[in-house]
């Protein structure tokens, strides 16, 4: 079990940060490399694509990767009254990274209370407007920003990113427990790289494994969120920052992140 050493500063009270959104979902990984972003931005899209008003946050300011998968760049603009304009990917649909702010082949380095002050900053100093969602793209394995952002607003559920392999199911497992620790409720686990979808033969073979995330998910009493595949097109669409694109016009592509989201 993870231990969080609470942040010295008092926390905002619920609520404080002045949100108008009815869910905040959390999308966590216990570590890096597992799709968590690819999966964060998906579900933002393909919620927004649902007809839902949708906000994405991405969080993971160690390596924020969102706008390079959704081909996303600028500075955001700063109001009269200090609110960020955060960038759209649509009209209405907000997005604010870290990635934004910093040159991309800098390094940032920070320190506990800086990222602290800078990740509840974003939250309140975005102009989010009225959402039904803000998804947030949460750094790998990290407790005491969860712990942060549940002492900030209140948030709806965390989705817990995994591959079948067993070594990622135990952080997953982590992370899981991390998340219940802070009193954040676990929305579901989305297994990726379930599989891998052969574009020659239409054939899915299992390189990392598949069903190991399902079978922890029962165990731990959380909801199974379904299975992506590995798939050539989310990854160039990913590189080439077009992922939204393949939310939006390959419909099997994007069914298992259909799934998921009608879970949140
Ligand atoms: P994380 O946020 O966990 O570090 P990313 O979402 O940045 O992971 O994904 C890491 C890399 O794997 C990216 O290049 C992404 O395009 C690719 N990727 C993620 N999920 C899939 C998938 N299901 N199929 C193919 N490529 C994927």
Not at 153 to 164: F, M, R
Not at 174 to 189: D, H, L, Q, S, Y
Request: with cysteine; net charge negative.
């Amino acid at each position: 079990n993870a231990t969080i050493v609470p942040h010295e500063r008092p926390p905002a009270r619920i609520g404080q940060l002045g949100l108008r959104v009815k869910k905040v979902v959390l999308v966590g990984s216990g570590k890096g490399g597992v799709g968590k972003s690819t999966v964060a931005a998906s579900l933002a899209v393909m919620l927004n694509q649902m007809g839902s008003r949708v906000g994405l946050m991405d969080a993971d300011v160690y390596g924020p990767s969102v706008p390079h998968l959704l081909g996303l760049e600028g500075r955001p603009e700063v109001d009269a009254d200090k609110k960020i304009r955060p960038i759209e990917l649509r009209e209405g649909f907000p997005v604010m990274s870290m990635g934004f702010l910093v040159e991309p082949d800098q390094a940032v380095i920070w320190r506990g209370p800086m990222l602290h002050g800078s990740i509840q900053q974003f939250l309140r100093d975005t102009q989010w407007g009225e959402l039904d969602y803000l998804i947030i793209d949460m750094p790998p394995g990290t407790g005491d920003i969860a712990l942060t952002l549940s002492q900030s607003v209140p948030i709806s559920g965390a989705v817990v990113v995994c591959t079948p392999q067993e070594v990622a199911l135990l952080d997953a497992v982590k992370a899981i427990n991390m998340f219940r620790k802070v009193n954040i409720p676990v929305a579901g686990m989305v297994e990726n790289m379930s599989g891998f979808l052969c574009p020659d033969n239409g054939k899915t073979y299992d390189i990392f494994g598949r069903g190991g995330a399902r079978d922890k998910a029962a165990q731990m009493d959380v909801p199974f969120l379904g299975g992506l595949p590995i798939d050539i097109r989310l990854r160039e669409a990913g590189d080439e920052g077009r992922l939204h694109e393949v939310i939006a016009d390959q419909p099997d592509a994007a069914a298992p992140i259909e799934q998921a989201a009608r879970a949140l």
